[in-house]
């Protein structure tokens, strides 16, 4: 009998049809999990603006300021508020800054023509509704709320809210 060196080709054969079955139920997974880590970093960063948003609110209240000019419909337009360019000390890494448009995927930017905050997904299939085809955008502005809850009521100003431009619902 001979001195056999290396595999026989059922061998390989059989070790091509494991790592093709685990292939095949890896993918999908790993694609679930991507799209899954892209929705909660998406929130994260709303939840931080949120928060940024009341502190500078609380500032403002202090201060006496009029927090209606901070809006993004507000009557003087160097006193609007970019959401993320002015609430956040520490941007996102795929932060653009405020420009007019992009569609660089995964990326946020604050559309200089109208203060509104831009997150271009990856995966369009990450949530229903928000803006666009493709690339799915997600928008923000920074809305008043009055004294009664309204948003961009007639009433007195009582705060500002982080507020999405269109409906839109997480998939994941």
Same mark, same amino acid.
Not at 34 to 57: D, Y
Not at 95 to 100: C, D, K, N, R, T
């Given at each position: 009998?001979?001195?056999?060196?290396?595999?026989?080709?059922?061998?390989?054969?059989v070790?091509?049809?494991?790592?093709?079955?685990?292939a095949?139920?890896?993918?999908?997974?790993f694609?679930?999990?991507?799209?899954? @880590?892209?929705?909660?970093?998406?929130?994260?960063?709303l &939840?931080n603006?949120?928060?940024?948003? *009341?502190l500078?609110?609380?500032? &403002?209240i202090?201060? &006496?300021?009029?927090m209606?000019?901070?809006?993004?419909?507000?009557?003087?337009? @160097?006193?609007?508020?970019?959401?993320?360019?002015?609430?956040?000390?520490?941007?996102p890494e @795929?932060?653009?800054?405020?420009?007019?448009n992009?569609?660089?995927r995964?990326?946020?930017?604050?559309?200089?023509e109208?203060h509104?905050?831009?997150?271009v997904?990856?995966?369009?299939?990450?949530? *229903?509704? &928000?803006?666009?085809?493709?690339?799915?955008t997600?928008?923000?502005?920074?809305?008043?709320?009055d004294?009664d809850?309204?948003? *961009?009521g007639a009433g007195?100003t009582?705060?500002?809210?982080? *507020?999405p431009?269109?409906?839109?619902?997480?998939?994941?």
């Amino acid at each position: 009998m001979r001195n056999q060196k290396g595999f026989t080709l059922i061998e390989l054969v059989v070790v091509l049809v494991v790592l093709s079955l685990l292939a095949a139920v890896a993918v999908p997974k790993f694609i679930e999990v991507t799209k899954q @880590a892209e929705a909660s970093s998406v929130k994260g960063v709303l &939840g931080n603006l949120r928060s940024a948003l *009341s502190l500078r609110m609380a500032q &403002g209240i202090i201060n &006496g300021d009029d927090m209606a000019k901070w809006a993004y419909d507000g009557t003087v337009e @160097a006193d609007r508020l970019y959401p993320m360019q002015d609430l956040l000390i520490e941007k996102p890494e @795929a932060y653009l800054g405020v420009v007019s448009n992009s569609t660089d995927r995964g990326a946020w930017f604050d559309d200089a023509e109208n203060h509104e905050l831009v997150y271009v997904f990856k995966n369009d299939d990450v949530l *229903s509704g &928000g803006s666009g085809t493709s690339p799915r955008t997600l928008r923000f502005h920074i809305v008043r709320v009055d004294e009664d809850g309204v948003v *961009s009521g007639a009433g007195e100003t009582a705060g500002l809210v982080l *507020s999405p431009v269109s409906t839109y619902s997480w998939n994941y």
